[in-house]
């Protein structure tokens, strides 16, 4: 099992419409039959307006398959699209972390 954590460093005063991206987007793939993601943001963190989406997935070919062939319908890809139109202008930068769950 994998865990997958998608950090995204916002601009002031964006955080709150970064975090309804990420929740919309896990509800979205919940419907689709993907886990669901846990959504956080900094309480005391490397930087402020820190945004953290996690997910597990049993290995980084499931991973890879979700991520260039999203599971769900035509509407549903539109429906993410729409989620996530304009994101860019709510972060500075952001990184990707990949953990092997050992325990």
Do not use: N
Request: proline share 5%; net charge neutral.
């Amino acid at each position: 099992m994998y865990l997958i954590r998608e950090i995204m460093y916002c601009k002031p005063g964006k955080v709150r419409p970064m975090v309804e991206k990420f929740v919309g987007m896990s509800k979205l793939g919940e419907k689709s039959g993907m886990r669901g993601m846990r959504v956080m943001t900094d309480f005391s963190a490397e930087r402020y307006w820190t945004v953290v989406a996690e997910m597990e997935v049993p290995d980084l070919g499931a991973f890879e398959k979700m991520m260039s062939a999203p599971p769900g319908s035509s509407d549903d890809m539109k429906k993410m699209e729409e989620i996530m139109k304009d994101y860019h202008d709510l972060v500075d930068s952001g990184k990707r972390e990949i953990y092997k769950i050992e325990g």
